[in-house]
């Protein structure tokens, strides 16, 4: 059984991942962190737990992390303006009310206290911004030895969904991406948009979730579906009846690695540029600045839809 300690900015792929991470009988679903992303860190951090009390894992500690970027002030455009995560997500997951509490401690400081203190293999899967990593780093730097692997949800290559050139994560916080891509970490892979958009999945599939009947399925079904209808309406991905479920995807890939197409490669994140702030440059013809770059990343580029639907129900079933 694998580890996991999951740190989100819970909307509604990231629901999806948390029912995935503590449902499958392969992984064990340590804690959860939460962190300024889709919505404000408050909602995220209310929706991970409406999420964890729906599906029966008021067990799971909630870590609450950091409220903006590690160096900008907000969003490279202001939340105010942007009106970021509304369309999809939207502030509060439509969940039953909790009435769990997160813990006292931080994210970060429990990201540093128990990489440290543990004897167990726990792999981190940030689905989200990556601020919180970057910041435990600064505090700690020796943790980029102790974390066996990391699985991040983010980046892009062929084209991106927050600008025309980024994804949402990585550009919510350029600086915390570029930090945590070249600290050293003895082992990432990063999901990008080019994976979990091959990966989509279908309103049949969400019927087949559905079909199992339990709050976690029942609940995924409809939160698919929701994406499904929203992608169709303002995302369109060339073929209607399909959406990604980006997070889940990158959790999916924890169970059965096979599922993605990688690469190991360079990867950097662009942090200055008008048009470009926020994109993964990712070097598939090895043409850095010096031509010897070294590789940094497990880049995935294609997903298995059909061998993750299969895993989603697999998890979601009891």
Known sequence: MR???LDVD???DDAVAIMLAHGHPALELVACTTVNGNTAVEHCTDNTLRVLDLIGAADIPVFQGLHRPIVRPDLPIPRAKADVGASLHGNTLPLPETALKAQEQGAVEFLIETYRSTTDEITLVPLAPLSNIAAALALYPKLVDLIPDVVIMGGCHAFGNRTASAEFNIWADPEAAAVVLSAGFRKITLVPLDATYNAALSTAQCEQLAALGTPAALAAADIIRNRIANYDRIQPIG???LAPV???????S???????VTRFLHVEVETTGTATVGRTVIDTTFRGADRSQPANCNVAFAGDADRFAAILLEALKA
Do not use: E
Not at 254 to 260: C, E, G, H, S
């Open 3 to 5: 580890k996991i300690i």
């Open 254 to 260: 924890i169970v059965d690695p096979t599922i993605l």
């Open 239 to 241: 073929q209607g009846g």
């Open 10 to 12: 819970t909307g509604t």
């Open 246 to 252: 980006h997070d889940a995807l990158a959790v999916a």
